[in-house]
C-alpha cells in the first residue's frame, strides 16, 4: 500500500526576510507552504509582519533575503502584473471615473485580451458576486458593501490562480462585516481558487479559513487550523490573542510526561498540558478558556474557589468576572439558562476545568 503523499504547495515562502531599513526586520526568516485551492488567513496585531508578507506574494513589496515560488517558479523578480495574482484592498481601489464594467475589463485590457472575449468575462464575474445589474453605475453610486463585491469581481475577472484580500472588510459596518464573510467563504467553496486573506479580526479569521498563520513581531507563531488553532494553541501569544483566553502566573510543582501540576501564584494547585516541556520549579503561565470553566457541584479534580465581582450580559450568554486570591479577575462564559443572576459580590463560588482545557505554557 502506497503512502499519502501531500499536494505540492502552490506558493512557498523560503526563508524570507524583510528590512525596510537595513536593520530592523518586519518579517523574519519566513518558511510558509500555501496549497491549492485553500483558505489561508494571515492573522496578527499591527506591525506583525502580515500585509509584508502579502505585499511581497502580490510583487508591491521585494524580499530582502529568501525566496519566494509559485509553482516552482522563482517570483522575487517578476512584476506584479506578470504573476496572474488578483488583489482586493481595504479600500477597494476602484477607478472613480470608470463604471462598474469599464473597472473589471481594465485588467481584461492590460493583459491584451480580445474585445470579443472581455465582455462576457465582465459579466461572469458580476454574477459571481451578484451585481450584474450594476454594471453601468459608478463605485460613488454603490454603498460599500457593493463596492467591495466590485472590487471582489475585479480581482476574479481575469481567473487569477490565487487571490489576495488586504483586510477587505475592514472598513464594513459590523452586520454587513459578518454577512460578506459568510458570501466570500461560500464563493471561495464554488469557485476552488485560493484566498489568502489578511486580518488583525481573529473571529473573521476564524469563520472562514480553512488554515490560519498567527504573526506576530515578524514570525510565525503557529499555522495550522481554525479549530486546532482555538483548542491548541503552541504558545502564550496565540493562547491570548486568539478567542478570549484567563491567563494565571504560576510555578510548575511536577512535571509527569506531557502533563504538570501548576501552583498558580497566591491561588490553588491545577493539572494541564505542559505545552512547552517545562520542568518542576520553572515560572510559568496558566491559560484557560471562559467557556471551558464551569461551576462544580463538588470538590474534585482540577476544582477550586473564586470569589464573585460581577456579572456582564452578552446578550447570547452572560459572563461571570471572578477573582482568584489577590490575582487580576477573570472570566466564566455561562449560559443565559445558567443561574449566574444567584452569584452576588463577593459570593465563593466552586468551579472546574478538564485538565485537557488547561494549558501551561512560558511565561
Not at 525566496?67 to 482586493?88: A, Q
Amino acid at each position: 500500500m502506497s503512502a499519502v503523499t501531500s499536494p505540492e504547495p502552490l506558493v512557498r515562502f523560503q526563508g524570507v526576510q524583510k528590512s525596510y531599513d537595513g536593520s530592523h526586520l518586519v518579517v523574519r526568516d519566513l518558511n510558509l507552504d500555501i496549497y491549492p485551492g485553500e483558505f489561508l488567513s494571515l492573522l496578527g496585531p499591527s506591525g506583525s509582519g502580515k500585509t509584508t508578507c502579502l505585499m511581497m506574494l502580490a510583487g508591491f513589496e521585494s524580499p530582502t533575503q529568501g525566496d519566494i515560488l509559485l509553482e516552482g517558479r522563482r517570483l522575487n523578480d517578476v512584476p506584479p502584473h506578470h504573476r496572474n495574482l488578483g488583489m482586493v484592498f481595504q479600500n477597494y481601489a476602484l477607478f472613480p471615473h470608470m463604471t462598474v464594467e469599464r473597472n473589471l475589463e481594465y485588467p481584461l485590457k492590460v493583459r491584451k485580451m480580445p474585445a470579443s472575449q472581455r465582455a462576457q468575462r465582465v459579466h461572469d464575474a458580476l454574477s459571481m458576486v451578484q451585481m450584474q445589474d450594476f454594471a453601468k453605475r459608478y463605485p460613488a453610486q454603490l454603498s460599500g458593501g457593493q463596492q467591495q463585491r466590485i472590487a471582489l469581481a475585479r480581482a476574479l475577472v481575469f481567473e487569477p490562480k490565487i487571490v489576495l484580500m488586504d483586510e477587505p472588510l475592514g472598513a464594513l459596518d459590523k452586520q454587513l462585516r459578518e454577512h460578506m464573510q459568510l458570501e466570500l467563504k461560500a464563493l471561495h467553496r464554488k469557485l476552488g481558487i485560493t484566498f489568502v486573506y489578511v486580518t488583525h479580526d481573529q473571529s473573521e479569521a476564524l469563520t472562514m479559513s480553512n488554515r490560519i498563520a498567527v504573526f506576530n513581531q515578524g514570525i510565525i507563531q503557529q499555522v495550522c487550523s481554525a479549530d486546532t488553532l482555538y483548542e491548541s494553541p503552541n504558545n502564550r501569544f496565540v493562547a491570548g490573542f486568539v478567542g478570549d483566553s484567563n491567563q494565571f502566573p504560576g510555578t510548575v510543582r511536577a512535571r509527569d510526561g506531557d502533563w504538570c501540576d501548576v501552583e498558580i501564584t497566591g491561588g490553588p494547585q491545577l493539572r494541564g498540558l505542559n505545552v512547552q516541556g517545562l520542568d518542576a520549579g520553572s515560572a510559568c503561565v496558566i491559560a484557560m478558556r471562559p467557556e471551558r470553566i464551569q461551576p462544580a457541584a463538588a470538590d474534585g479534580p482540577n476544582s477550586f474557589h473564586a470569589s464573585a465581582v460581577d456579572e456582564v450580559y452578552f446578550g447570547d450568554h452572560v459572563r461571570l468576572r471572578c477573582r482568584l486570591g489577590d490575582s487580576d479577575t477573570f472570566f466564566v462564559k455561562m449560559p443565559l439558562a445558567a443561574d449566574a443572576g444567584m452569584h452576588t459580590q463577593g459570593a465563593r463560588i466552586p468551579l472546574r476545568i478538564d485538565p485537557e482545557h488547561v494549558r501551561v505554557f512560558l511565561p
